[in-house]
């Protein structure tokens, strides 16, 4: 399958509506617009719709257009996030459960209200956590999901993630391993705000040993995974050079046999 590929950014350049001007210049009818987001949120997912959508409106000839809601529970992702925390645990040695070691999933949180009003964000984000869980063999109690990035003065989604990692420091816990499920690649908010100010909130509560596992990046396992994720996606849609031909002569054909049976037109 020949498939072209344009990078947009929802909040910076290159924008999502001038690649798409751009795909429809160079002539592409059929769009998949996938949102890297693993799991669906109104705040995230959603506003590529909208952003999307808003480009249709002045558009008269629009393309095909096809949207990717989420892939959080994929199975080439959860073995993606899972062979991740085991290749760095061949590296750096695997925490000792035994003596209350944990691996900390953190996503980026959400307000409360979200979900009470029917966001499927918080689910989403446990069924990830859960899945990669029991990918790696892990007991419910070996692992844990906190959120991070909260700001303002409305609940959000909990645990969070640095008042838990503060516990955890305070409870003297041996060894932290935390990674981000909800990123495909590292950024801010996990560089800084979990590799930094995370570690630092640990350590000096008391904690022991801090691992940050990073994100899967430009790695052959996620694009393993946008490949399959992308393929299923494009499935159905006819992309064989002579489509179009093949499609108005099958047309002219049931237009004959309509005729020979008796219809006007």
Known sequence: MNVHVELAMRYGNPSVPSRLNLLREQGY???????????YAAATT??????????????RNLPELRF???????????????????????????PDFSHNDLLLMSFHGVPQATLMKGDPYHCECQKTARLVG?????????????FQSRFGKAKWLEPYTDKTLQVLGQQKTRRVDVMC?????????????????????????GGGQFNYIPCLNASEPARQVLHEVATQHLQGWPVEFDYCTRMESALNRSRALAKEMGADS
Not at 46 to 59: C, E, H, M, N, R
């Open 46 to 59: 959603a506003s590529v719709y909208d952003a999307v959508l808003a480009w249709t409106k002045p558009v």
């Open 181 to 205: 499920p909800g990123f495909m690649a590292d950024c801010l908010e996990t560089l800084e705000e979990i590799n930094q100010e995370a570690r630092e909130i640990f350590t000096h509560a």
């Open 68 to 94: 990717i809601k989420h892939y959080h529970d994929h199975p080439a992702y959860v073995h993606a996030l899972s062979e991740s925390v085991r290749q760095y645990w061949a590296v750096h040695g695997k």
């Open 134 to 146: 029991e990918a790696l063999g892990l007991e419910k109690e070996q692992y844990k999901v906190t």
């Open 29 to 39: 009818e059929r769009i998949l617009i996938f949102p890297l987001y693993p799991q």
